[in-house]
């Protein structure tokens, strides 16, 4: 306690601190980067980096970096070699022999051999691991019985030789070449998991063009390039993803030069489309996903389809995409995204609010609110609200409830609402992710139908699209079940969202990709 | 003084018990299930009970709460259902950086706070103390997020000074530190000067007049020092909810501390990580207002008489 209190040292006192205060300012500087690194951002720290476990975007955009699977989809789309240098299906697409490349190793130094891939596998299917993406390889032979702990062994995946591998399937499945390249499909290596235990997800171990250099959890995680990597190293020296909750403060660091790449928050969207200085820069790609508002289709009111069809001509949806959405998106014509479709769409309802009050008019009175689910995100609530005063201008009472996330799950999968908002985003670009897992009566509920729409006819359409061997049949079947989807409206599909991204203009080489398993990561340069 | 600290510690056991009993019960009981965050979008009913049962979620309330409080008697807090790491790990990890950020705003926010008060108390009713008034309420009524937000537009974007973001040194501290300073810099110049003004009129302030005491003298020990408590209280608390976190200044600037692993926990209905921070943030808490209560023991005699008569 100083002894004199008086003015002199008031302000002497006061003068001080704010020197002190000030040369800490004058020695800092906003820009903080390492050089050769590109850098990202995320939204929130990943869970995990573990292919077994990954459910999110982000974990799986980070494995695809660190991790191979036997094959991928190249830039079109298209299933090309990853591990696997090639592979023969036979059995009219019930079974495949997997060649693997000779040399591939792992970033511990071990080479990837068939015996790998056959534990990734069997890991992802344990009944015994956490993992929940058993979906994604339950279609090999045997697995189902594995999964139900009835067998030791998964009779459909045998390792033939160190390099060669074959998966025989219950049934041809179509798609299945696009699973495998899913993160869950992805090679991890025996020695390292068996290691590391549930630290694998923390320190993963595998082939990929960039390996965990450092990892401060909630801040900052560094990849290093893989000098090894079998495709050739990376253009870049590393990625360094910044986890940055806020939007505007990941737009300063953008701004700064702190990041170099950014997807564009939905409220910057028109700045940087107008400003003469960023427009150029910004780079879009048409996501595969569908946004729609579903109905639950299992209970009154909207088990008729009568008042299905009243909501669906009384939202302008067109409007609200061009309005509210800043033109964010595509129309979508049904639940396929446009990217995907062969085929023609055969009359959606469009936009008449007569006709819903006619409707309304004809149908038995709907006597208590219509209860509508949402998440919290304040976007989803936004165009909660706009399709409410939509509803209530034909005569709908509509009552909104926020949950978050796991309860809004839990309550879909109950089937409490009458009506909810969701989307849905591709695994793989394949037509049957938009319609076996979203329309197919065995999965009610969590399984992803949660409008609990049933129609054999869709089903049997669906079931022959997945075993067809011929491209043009397949497009056959799924065409006509999503007409029949489309014409019964389970769902009122919105739009397709267009991702947009921005970056800085010395990043060379970027490009953004409809399904995030694309991007390796390797072609961008400075 | 021994005894009384003894008994304040012995207290902590019951209480955490109790904390720990309570949080159990409320976060069971709140709507959201961490399996469905856990399966993602395409799920089984098979899947849905394997996780169900590989987190241990498939028994009873009272066993699960048996088998945490047995795990916590071991100094163990178990893993995160989503990262699979030691909730521990994380906790020892962030709190540094809490911690950090916590004295960061205290020393920016003591000093100017106490003498503002203290000017305000000596010039009251003049110009500067409603200047220093409206200035210390305006600081109190602006939500940190809107603070920060312009705090890091000047010092990150317009003058390039300060990162925005990110944790790390006192650089990356400063902005979520000034942050989180303002609002504690408004309630300890109020409360300073409402303390100081109650000690003013005192009689042994008087007394010390007529005794001949220089001034400044008067003011530094005599006015300050009896002034202290109601501060020091002011302070303990607002330094026990940072080791506690600040969700919002944490968020904004994306400073890696316990308030936006305990938002985030909760977020995902993270049941270990939500249990461990809340049992660590009341252990800090309880610490801390122990801390103030010996503080009060040197600062006031009459807590010391008060002690040795009992």
């Known amino acids: 306690m100083p002894r004199v209190i008086g003015n002199k040292i008031r302000k002497t006192g006061l003068f001080s601190y704010l020197i002190a205060f000030s040369l800490i300012l004058v020695a800092c500087t906003a820009r903080n980067r390492i050089e050769g690194y590109i850098y990202y951002r995320l939204n929130s720290n990943p869970t995990t980096l573990d292919p077994a476990l990954v459910n999110d975007v982000q974990g799986g955009t980070i494995s695809a970096k660190l991790f191979n699977g036997l094959v991928r989809l190249d830039r079109n789309l298209m299933v090309v070699p990853d591990i696997a240098e090639r592979w023969e299906t036979g059995e009219r697409g019930a079974s495949y022999l997997f060649h693997l490349r000779r040399g591939v190793k792992f970033a511990n130094g071990l080479e990837v051999t068939a015996r790998d891939v056959k534990f990734s596998f069997m890991r992802i299917l344990d009944p015994r691991g956490k993992s929940a993406n058993s979906w994604v390889l339950d279609k090999i032979a045997g697995a189902k019985e594995f999964i139900r702990g009835e067998a030791t062994d998964v009779a459909g995946i045998t390792v033939i030789d160190r390099h060669t591998i074959e998966i025989r399937l219950e049934r041809p499945f179509s798609p ?351 | 003084m021994n005894c009384y600290i003894a008994k304040k510690v012995a207290l902590l056991v019951p209480l955490l018990f109790g904390i720990t009993f309570i949080t159990f019960a409320l976060t069971n009981a709140l709507p959201g299930d961490p399996v469905y965050n856990l399966v993602g979008e395409r799920s089984t009913p098979e899947i849905i009970s394997k996780v169900r049962k590989e987190i241990g979620a498939d028994k009873g309330i009272a066993r699960r709460y048996v088998g945490y409080v047995s795990l916590l008697l071991t100094g163990e807090m178990g893993r995160s259902y989503f990262t699979n790491r030691r909730v521990l790990d994380d906790i020892v990890a962030k709190f540094p950086n809490t911690l950090m950020l916590a004295l960061g705003a205290m020393v920016i926010a003591v000093p100017p706070g106490m003498l503002l008060g203290l000017i305000a108390a000596l010039k009251k009713g003049r110009f500067a103390d409603r200047v220093i008034s409206a200035f210390s309420i305006s600081l109190l009524s602006v939500p940190v997020f809107w603070s920060g937000l312009l705090l890091m537009l000047l010092f990150g974007l317009v003058l390039k000074l300060l990162p925005p973001s990110g944790t790390g040194g006192l650089r990356y501290m400063l902005l979520p530190a000034i942050t989180l300073s303002l609002p504690a810099l408004g309630t300890i110049a109020r409360v300073t000067r409402v303390s100081v003004l109650d000690v003013v009129d005192m009689p042994f302030i008087r007394t010390a007049r007529a005794k001949g005491i220089a001034s400044s003298r008067i003011k530094a020990v005599h006015i300050l020092k009896n002034a202290l408590i109601p501060v020091v209280t002011v302070i303990g608390l607002d330094f026990a909810s940072y080791l506690n976190g600040a969700v919002l200044t944490e968020t904004i600037f994306g400073w890696d501390g316990i308030g936006r692993f305990t938002m985030e926990g909760i977020i995902k209905r993270d049941y270990p990580v939500i249990m461990g921070c809340i049992i660590v943030g009341t252990t800090l808490f309880v610490l801390s207002n122990l801390v103030v209560d010996i503080l009060y023991y040197y600062i006031d005699p009459r807590v010391r008489i008060r002690g040795t008569d009992r």
């Open chain 1, 176 to 526: 299945f070449l696009y699973l495998l390249t899913m993160t869950a499909a992805y090679v991890v290596p025996e020695e390292e998991v068996r290691k590391l235990g549930p630290d694998f997800g923390t320190h993963p171990v595998g082939t990929g063009p960039f390996a965990v250099k450092r990892w401060d959890h909630n801040s900052e995680l560094v990849l290093e390039r893989n000098d090894r990597y079998f495709e050739g190293p990376a253009q870049v020296k590393g990625i360094v993803y910044r986890v940055i909750p806020e939007d505007l403060t990941a737009v300063t660091e953008f701004e700064i030069g702190n990041l170099d790449v950014l997807t564009i928050p939905a409220y910057e969207y028109s700045r940087y489309r107008t400003s003469s200085r960023w427009s150029n820069l910004v780079a879009s790609a048409k996501g595969l996903n569908t946004y729609y508002l579903g109905f639950n289709c299992a209970r009154p009111p909207f088990n008729n389809f009568k008042l299905r069809e009243a909501v669906a001509c009384a939202i302008d949806k067109g409007k609200i995409l061009r309005t509210f959405y800043d033109g964010r998106g595509r129309l979508a014509e049904g639940p396929v995204p446009d990217l995907l479709r062969k085929w023609e769409v055969g009359a959606p309802r469009r936009y008449d609010p007569e006709r819903a009050k006619r409707i309304l008019k004809e149908e038995d009175k709907v006597t208590r609110p219509i209860q509508f689910y949402v998440t919290s995100d304040p976007e989803v609530v936004d165009i909660a609200e706009i399709i409410q005063s939509y509803l209530r201008k034909v005569g709908l009472d509509v009552k909104i409830t926020q949950l978050e996330w796991s309860a809004y799950k839990a309550a879909l999968n109950r089937g409490d609402e009458d009506m909810f908002w969701i989307s849905w985003w591709a695994d793989y670009p394949d037509p049957e992710n938009f319609l076996f897992p979203l329309f197919h009566s065995s999965n009610h509920g969590a399984g992803g139908n949660r409008t609990w729409y049933t129609n054999n006819e869709v089903d049997r359409l669906i079931e022959e699209g997945q075993a067809a061997g011929d491209a043009e049949e397949r497009d056959r079947c799924y065409g006509r079940a999503e007409n029949i989807i489309v014409r019964d409206i389970p769902w009122v599909s919105f739009w397709h969202r267009t991702d947009f991204t921005i970056r800085q203009p010395y990043v060379k080489k970027y490009r953004i990709y409809p399904i995030y398993t694309i991007d390796k990561g390797t072609e961008i340069s400075f």
